[in-house]
């Protein structure tokens, strides 16, 4: 049982270059969530998902898209990356309808030159 | 627009100490709290989780209380450890389950 993974770990990228980052959760949860983590903000809810199918936008959506076409996978896209959208990513899922406890994964680390 | 709010930002203390880190919350209709450690360059590891209908949970050396009608928590760590060391987040759930994050605090445990 993995629990939440997330791939890359690291990635360094040009501006206006994409790439996605891929989220996959092994414990059958219904919601999977994005957040952003900059220094001295917290982190923030980029976009989420209450089911396979389904995307909601959270507080910072613009400039990043993301889809759910697997129960288990959620990715989250830049489509073209900006040097503001330097940040650590953390995917977190969660399932438990009593209590609604978010899991997270280890992040990855993106810089944008 | 929930505003979390976690003060102080950094704290420093010998070790053996009791630890008390605060947290608040600006509108009061959540479904739960939770607490989270992070290590550095690490993920966030859920420490402690507190329904809106409790008002406290405790494991360990760890002890969170909640307070919703005036919008704060507490978490204590009992006779604190160099291995405490880290940042500590407080989240709140509201609709839709998303979590507003405060922005931590940083504890550093001296031996």
């Known amino acids: 049982n993995a629990g939440v993974t997330q791939t890359p770990k690291f990635r360094v990228l040009k501006t206006g270059q994409s790439m996605t980052l891929l989220c996959a959760q092994d414990?059958?949860?219904?919601?999977m969530y994005w957040y952003r983590q900059d220094p001295g903000m917290g982190l923030r809810l980029i976009h989420y998902?209450?089911?396979?199918?389904?995307?909601a936008k959270g507080e910072v959506p613009d400039g990043y898209n993301v889809s759910r076409l697997k129960k288990q996978n959620f990715l989250l896209g830049l489509e073209s990356a900006a040097p503001s959208q330097t940040s650590v990513y953390f995917c977190?899922?969660?399932?438990?309808?009593?209590?609604?406890?978010?899991?997270f994964g280890p992040g990855t680390r993106l810089t944008v030159t | 627009k929930q505003e979390v709010t976690q003060i102080p930002a950094a704290l420093s203390v010998p070790e053996g100490e009791n630890l008390v880190l605060n947290c608040s919350f600006t509108?009061?209709?959540?479904?739960?709290l939770q607490w989270f450690r992070q290590d550095p360059g690490k993920g966030l590891t859920s420490l402690l989780l507190?329904?809106?209908?409790?008002r406290e949970q405790t494991s360990g050396r760890l002890n969170a209380s909640l307070d919703k009608s005036s919008g704060r928590s507490t978490l204590y760590i009992a006779a604190s450890q160099p291995g405490d060391s880290a940042t500590y987040l407080c989240?709140?759930?509201?609709?839709?389950?998303?979590?507003?994050f405060g922005a931590g605090t940083t504890v550093t445990v001296r031996a």
């Open positions: 977190a899922s969660g399932g438990d309808r009593a209590s609604y406890e978010q899991y």
């Open positions: 414990m059958n949860h219904e919601y």
């Open positions: 998902s209450v089911g396979e199918g389904t995307t």
């Open positions: 509108d009061s209709a959540i479904y739960n």
């Open positions: 507190i329904q809106s209908s409790q």
């Open positions: 989240a709140v759930s509201e609709n839709d389950y998303k979590l507003s």
